[in-house]
């Protein structure tokens, strides 16, 4: 499928916040996922490692660690994912701090590729203390990332970086971002997901905290919500209800690992509760 521009999707995206519509986005580690939530009305698809290692049963933080190259691997799931999405975005999750890529050129292939936008994924915002300041300190810092969101707006691609506080938010939207992931941790819940998690409403505070640092650069910034506790339908639901800064909501987990978790267990279940009387 040929890259969507993205004035296109952005003119989609403004009407549905005007008709009360939230915008629902979903990462997708397998064809089979991305073609299930293509029928299913979502509005934009994201592929990136960790979506690679979640769905072969590992937990979603394996993509922050070096167990393969993460801009190789979005790479390797273009040819699995682009061909079998006919009309929803497919967005590319890039390792904007990867110190063995020509990012101007590396992004050009991506949009050349059939990629309509980008996500900054892996992401150094999801680590703090010391080991944050040692990334920051060494010429692999949250700037990186930044800069590779302005490289993908100066090619017309659409840019959803994930930002972890109102600083994060403000540069995105200084960089050029058009839409603003507020990221509250891993997600939680199912056999391999994150077990403590921030409450829901204390995400309310932070997704509008967020928003507030957004709009302060740029009015018309798009704002979704992502991770934490906000893992099922219900959560989204409260988020929305109660945060009029935030159009929609990203899931990654809840969106494939989550309910394949579940499907799968209860049809073997289901199976295995059939019972063969004698003589049958």
Same mark, same amino acid.
């Not at 960790?50 to 979603?60: D, F, K, Q, V």
């Not at 040819?79 to 999405?85: A, Y």
């Not at 109660?242 to 929609?248: A, R, S």
């Given at each position: ?7 296109? #999707? ?20 397998? @064809? ?12 934009? /698809? #994201? ?36 061909p079998v999405v006919r009309k929803t975005p497919v967005l590319a999750g890039v390792n904007g701090t990867d110190p063995f890529v020509l990012m101007p050129q590396f992004l050009a292939e991506l949009k050349a590729m059939g990629f309509s936008g980008v996500q900054n994924f892996p ?10 300041q040692s990334f920051e300190e060494t010429g692999m810092s949250y700037g990186l990332e930044v800069d590779m969101i302005a490289e993908a707006h100066k090619l017309d691609l659409l840019t959803t970086p994930y930002v972890f506080n109102g600083e994060e938010a403000r540069a995105m ?5 058009? /839409? ?9 819940? @199912?056999? /391999? ?13 932070? #997704? ?73």
């Amino acid at each position: 499928m040929p890259s969507i521009p993205r004035k296109t #999707i952005l003119e989609k995206f403004r009407g549905m916040i005007a008709r009360g519509e939230p915008i629902v986005g979903g990462g997708a580690g397998t @064809g089979l996922s991305a073609k299930s939530e293509e029928a299913g009305g979502i509005d934009l /698809i #994201i592929i990136y490692n960790s979506g690679r290692y979640r769905m072969a049963g590992r937990g979603s933080a394996a993509g922050l660690l070096a167990y393969g190259n993460a801009n190789a691997i979005v790479r390797e799931m273009a040819v699995e994912v682009l061909p079998v999405v006919r009309k929803t975005p497919v967005l590319a999750g890039v390792n904007g701090t990867d110190p063995f890529v020509l990012m101007p050129q590396f992004l050009a292939e991506l949009k050349a590729m059939g990629f309509s936008g980008v996500q900054n994924f892996p992401t150094i915002g999801l680590f703090d203390g010391v080991m944050r300041q040692s990334f920051e300190e060494t010429g692999m810092s949250y700037g990186l990332e930044v800069d590779m969101i302005a490289e993908a707006h100066k090619l017309d691609l659409l840019t959803t970086p994930y930002v972890f506080n109102g600083e994060e938010a403000r540069a995105m939207t200084s960089a050029g971002a058009d /839409i603003i992931v507020a990221h509250m941790g891993v997600t939680t819940g @199912g056999s /391999i997901g994150a077990t403590s998690a921030k409450t829901l409403d204390v995400c309310v505070e932070e #997704i509008e905290s967020i928003a507030a640092a957004a709009r302060s650069v740029r009015d018309d910034v798009i704002v979704l919500c992502h991770g934490g506790p906000i893992s099922m339908p219900d959560d989204a639901r409260y988020i929305l209800k109660n945060c009029p800064g935030c159009h929609g909501f990203y899931g990654a987990s809840s969106m494939e690992r989550l309910p394949a978790e579940s499907a799968i267990r209860d049809q073997t279940k289901s199976f295995k509760a059939l019972v063969r009387r004698p003589g049958e």
